[in-house]
């Protein structure tokens, strides 16, 4: 109550006050008030300027395109056509821990504020905004939660979300480890609402949740609902294994989910994400699959010695059924297609100097891929998250820049191959990069390189997705602030020489030939505020 009364005072005084100070003595006094220790600020600020030869044909696309290249998203590569943009993005998060509760509860919430300069003003809509005269109402909810500790290191958190295939804490966890443990979130790596509970050990860690993917008639069972646990144990100074299980299941035949696009197994969300296309048709179906697997790391923070291991190995299995009958007494299904799966990978790092940024590392994935669709009753592929969301898992720490996703992006996320399932071929792939801090801490740079191989042809294309060779230099004002120069060209592989008809291929975006070999390059500048 007595800091209440000062501030009440203190705005008194500077309200009779203000009107007879000129403004630059005014500006230039301290307040004499302490920080509200209660409330926390942060925020993620990036403006990046982005040349390159890739474009989405939509005219309705320019405010955000999210999906594989070449895919449903109409993305297209030109020798004649050059895109040049300039973007920003920031992501303020704002933290409520009252002391009334001692730290048992915090309210978290974060936004998303992004456009691409010059592209409109007075409106109102999501990824707009910067035109002159500017104005547009431009504010999307990203998280809203409210995290409850009732007893030591358990905590439970309710709402709106992050759902990542990791054990850790990602309110309380760097995002580069997120994105090298666990599942790396190849699986599952965005927002949904629900409720998670997890509890710490020193040496342990366990999670379990419950999330709706998709609320549809409330009075019916015809929603989108996902189960998780997750577990992870320290068995030495250096080596740590977890494992999990996830189920979902689906009840919604592909309604709802991203706009006009929907979501689930059978929708054009499918296309979009470069995941497979269950092709159901306007019929309604029921699906349940679940999620097996494994994990480990060594030295995953890379404190205790030069090397750094991680990997996971994991299954899907399931079935869907779609509709036979629609009795007045009961509902009969047939079954549709089984569903077996799997992914691995293997990343190891070795950092040769004295700062993280001087390292070599080599990263390795494998998933499985279907070779006669569902004319076998059984999808042998891969299914993640991006099959209900857009994008619904993030596998962005590759080092790939156009090959597979990468972490730079404000408004475009558009690589060649947008998820692990490879459209359901599958694939091979590997990334070396090596990074060296020319000044430590200061000035850093890094090469890299990329190759990817499909498991299963496309009709009349090879097993070669493409070739691509990266690189970077960045330069730290300080503490999270950095002047970041990137590049990456990819050379396209005869996957992209598939024809299925006469108006070509859905590998190749429709072309009747192979797709120019796509490039980029961007400035950019980034900050991470606290």
Do not use: C
Not at 9 to 26: C, I, K, R
Not at 337 to 347: C, E, H, L, P, S
């Amino acid at each position: 109550m007595r800091k209440l009364a000062e501030l009440a005072m203190l705005l008194l005084v500077s309200t009779g006050t203000f009107a007879q100070l000129p403004t630059n003595q005014y500006f230039s006094k301290e307040v004499p008030l302490k920080a509200n220790k209660e409330f926390q600020f942060m925020a993620f600020y990036i403006t990046q300027a982005v040349t390159s030869n890739i474009y989405p044909e939509n005219d309705f696309l320019k405010g955000q395109v999210v999906g594989r290249l070449f895919g449903g998203n109409t993305t297209k590569t030109s020798n004649e056509l050059t895109s040049a943009y300039i973007e920003q993005r920031l992501i303020p998060f704002f933290i409520y821990s009252p002391n009334l509760f001692n730290g048992k509860a915090t309210l978290r919430a974060s936004f998303e504020l992004d456009w691409t300069w010059g592209d409109a003003a007075y409106g109102a809509g999501g990824n707009f905004g910067g035109a002159f005269s500017a104005d547009q109402v431009n504010l999307q909810t990203q998280n809203l939660e409210l995290e409850l500790n009732p007893v030591k290191d358990l905590y439970v958190n309710l709402g709106l979300q992050r759902i990542f295939d990791t054990p850790y804490n990602p309110y309380k966890t760097l995002f580069d480890k997120m994105t090298t443990t666990g599942y790396r979130l190849a699986y599952f790596g965005t927002d949904g609402v629900g409720v998670s509970v997890r509890k710490d050990w020193d040496f342990a860690r366990i999670k379990t949740g419950y999330y709706k993917l998709y609320e549809n008639y409330i009075q019916l069972d015809d929603d989108v609902t996902l189960f998780e646990l997750t577990g992870e144990k320290d068995v030495s100074r250096n080596w740590k294994i977890g494992g999990s299980a996830y189920y979902l299941a689906d009840r919604a035949s592909g309604a709802g989910g991203v706009s006009i696009l929907s979501q689930g197994l059978n929708s054009l969300l499918a296309t979009h994400n470069g995941v497979y296309k269950f092709n159901f048709g306007n019929v309604p179906y029921k699906a349940d699959v679940a999620w097996l697997g494994t994990f480990f790391g060594r030295n995953t923070e890379h404190w205790i010695d030069p090397w750094m291991v991680t990997g996971f190995l994991n299954f899907n299995i399931g079935t869907a059924d779609t509709l036979k009958n629609q009795l007045v007494s009961k509902t009969e299904w047939n079954r549709a297609t089984d569903i077996f799966g799997y992914a691995a990978n293997v990343r190891a790092s070795y950092r040769y100097g004295q700062t993280p940024n001087d390292n070599v590392t080599l990263d390795v994935i494998h998933s499985s891929g279907d070779a006669n669709g569902l004319s076998d009753g059984k999808y042998s592929g891969v299914i993640t998250g991006n099959q209900w969301g857009a994008p619904g898992a993030i596998f962005i720490s590759s080092g790939s820049y156009l090959l597979m996703p990468h972490g730079n992006v404000v408004n475009r996320f558009t690589p060649a191959i947008m998820d692990i399932s490879n459209m359901g071929y599958g694939m091979t792939a590997a990334t070396l990069n090596a990074s060296r801090g020319i000044i430590p801490n200061l000035l850093n740079a890094k090469i890299g390189g990329a190759v990817a191989m499909s498991n299963v042809k496309p009709s009349g294309g090879g097993q070669l997705i493409g070739t691509e060779i990266n690189g970077n230099i960045a330069y730290n004002f300080g503490p999270f602030m950095s002047l970041e120069l990137h590049g990456a060209y990819l050379m396209l592989g005869n996957f992209y020489d598939s024809k299925q008809s006469a108006y070509g291929s859905p590998v190749n975006g429709g072309l009747d030939t192979r797709p120019v070999n796509p490039w980029t390059a961007f400035l950019v500048f980034k900050w991470l505020l606290f």
